[in-house]
């Protein structure tokens, strides 16, 4: 596979975790009439490759706006955006789009919320 396939197969999985857990986090929460903004930092590179996926996802679900919030090219830029935000305790971002490296440092920190009872295999 090529590497712009491997980004776009890592883009779609990212998506779809992301928009679970907006739509796991609003269950059991009453509806709001206001339409809700999530944030989600996403390195400038791959930014012409969210835009159209998160156009086509906002058609369809008016109610939900996607702000992708450009950082850095370089994945270890990235990272401490992240990294600096979560031990500030002022996170600027709702979806956290990260490289599978980051997975134990930042489950280590509790910086991610385990949704296993929120989510059925299917």
Avoid: C
Avoid at 71 to 77: D, H, K, L, R, W
């Amino acid at each position: 596979m090529t590497r712009a396939g491997q980004g776009l197969g890592k883009l779609w999985l990212a998506l779809g975790l992301a928009l679970s857990l907006a739509l796991i986090l609003g269950l059991g929460q009453p509806v709001s009439a206001e339409p809700v903004t999530l944030s989600v930092l996403v390195a400038a590179f791959e930014v012409p490759i969210w835009q159209p996926l998160v156009t086509e996802f906002e058609a369809s679900h008016p109610d939900i706006h996607i702000e992708i919030i450009e950082g850095p090219s370089t994945s270890n830029m990235v990272e401490d955006l992240y990294v600096s935000a979560f031990l500030l305790g002022n996170v600027p971002y709702d979806l956290v789009y990260m490289d599978i490296t980051w997975v134990a440092k930042f489950a280590a920190a509790g910086w991610l919320q385990d949704l296993s009872d929120r989510v059925t295999p299917d």
